[in-house]
């Protein structure tokens, strides 16, 4: 394929080289465009035009009781992208990765959490998805053939880490969207986590914490004293704290995140490590106690898990050696935007994920409009501008209550 591929585009960029002094981007677009219109006749025959650019293949009919799929909704789904080829370049199947041999046991394999905007600019996913979901059904199962345009730059996958695949997409290629199925529709995503929360809290042990609605620290924000008979000292104003916790996912109790090396140890078999700019060998997860003073405003922390961990100072009856756990929606944590699943120094985050392709980098591609707004922040793939190594980590989606258990322990010293 990609001979056959490569053939057709060489051929029309010597026709448009006979035809035009110069070739301007559009020109560049339209050879891939007319590359994959071809290609499509020879390999995909049955696909059908959706828009310019963007083919389609319908592989398994919606069931009788599928949804309609509207804007202005978030979307769970689950789908894997390829280059032209049939390599796979994005996944977030386990046993998808398990077969190519690129699983990793930090990475969270989750269907993905998307938001339908009115328009493709304010949507959180790439353009070809956003013109075929209205299309669909849940339950569906779709196949898209895109210019890359649509999808995303050569730059935006990674294939070292996390969801990346074999290979990473080659810059101005078309790729496919192989799989594309819609899970659930989530007309109110907050509405959502928030019975996630209340019905956590109010079940009954041992799934549940035996807790009435009414007993919350804040708004679905939820806090329990496992060991209510601890006589340590109060925590008195002024004073600091050591924390050291463990989080977990509320939907499906995955692990997210500890600074307590021996869990960090008994879950993955050892930490860690990297060389540092001095040249040291230092863990790469950071298992130092959360340090926080009784007189501090919890609204100065921005940084997880710091910025939930400080509303225990709102306690009244706060105690060293108290054992705890609370549970939150995530506008006390990591908001809307979530985390990205990966860290690294070397990293590039590249949070507003742009097309960079013929044209160079033209902008947003995803965001968000669900308050109105334009500005991206939660979509993306993993994006790195260096061979240095970078470490995947569980992702955080948007809309994700926490659980997190932990110790409040007295300073070895002041």
């Known amino acids: 394929m990609r001979i056959a591929l490569r053939a057709i585009i060489a051929v029309s960029i010597a026709a448009m080289t006979v035809s035009c002094a110069k070739t301007t981007d559009e ?16 390999h995909a025959p049955e696909a059908q035009l959706l828009t310019d650019g963007i083919y389609y293949e319908i592989l398994e ?17 689950e789908y894997d992208i390829k280059d032209i080829n049939g390599n796979t370049v994005y996944t ?26 009115s328009q493709a600019s304010s949507s959180s996913m790439p353009a070809a998805m956003f ?31 996390g969801y990346g695949g074999q290979t990473k997409l080659a810059t101005s290629s078309p790729a496919i969207i192989d799989n594309l199925k819609v899970l659930e529709v989530i007309a109110n995503p907050d509405q959502r986590e928030r019975s996630l ?38 925590v008195a104003v002024g004073s600091t704290v050591w924390l050291y916790y463990k989080a977990t996912f509320l939907e499906d109790g995955s692990f997210l995140d500890t600074n307590i090396d021996t869990v960090w140890i008994n879950r993955f078999g050892a930490l860690r490590y990297q060389i540092n700019q001095l040249g040291v060998s230092v863990p790469v997860e950071d298992t130092a106690a959360i340090a926080i003073n ?3 405003p919890v609204t100065i922390f921005a940084d997880m898990p710091k910025k939930a961990l400080s509303f225990i100072m709102e306690s009244d009856d706060l105690r060293y050696n108290d054992s705890m756990r609370m ?21 590039n985050y590249n949070f507003n994920k742009g097309y960079y392709g013929h044209e160079g980098y033209s902008g947003i591609y995803f965001g968000k409009d669900y308050y109105d707004s334009a500005t991206s922040s939660f979509y993306r793939f993993y994006n790195t501008t260096s061979s240095s190594t970078i470490y995947p980590v569980p992702e955080v989606k948007p809309f994700s209550p926490i659980v997190y258990e932990f110790v409040v322990k007295e300073p070895a010293f002041q």
């Open 27 to 42: 020109d560049l677009n339209a050879i891939e465009e007319a590359s994959l219109e071809e290609w499509i006749k020879l």
């Open 61 to 77: 009919p919606a069931g009788d009781d599928a949804q309609t799929i509207e804007v202005r909704n978030w979307l769970l789904a």
């Open 92 to 117: 977030r199947s386990e046993e998808t990765a398990r077969r190519l041999g690129t699983y990793s046991e930090y990475t969270r394999y989750t269907p993905d959490m998307m938001f339908l905007g």
């Open 131 to 161: 013109h075929a979901l209205p299309k669909m059904k849940t339950g569906e199962v779709w196949r898209i053939y895109s210019i890359s345009k649509h999808i995303f730059d050569s730059r935006g996958i990674h294939n070292m880490v």
């Open 197 to 234: 929360v209340t019905r956590l809290v109010t079940g009954a042990v041992p799934e549940g914490w035996n807790m009435e609605e009414r007993d919350s620290l804040k708004s679905h924000f939820y806090m329990q004293r496992l060991n209510p008979d601890n006589d340590g000292d109060k």
């Open 294 to 296: 009784r007189r501090d």
């Open 327 to 347: 549970v939150l929606t995530s506008p006390y944590a990591y908001g809307d935007t979530g985390r990205i699943g990966y860290y690294g120094a070397a990293a």
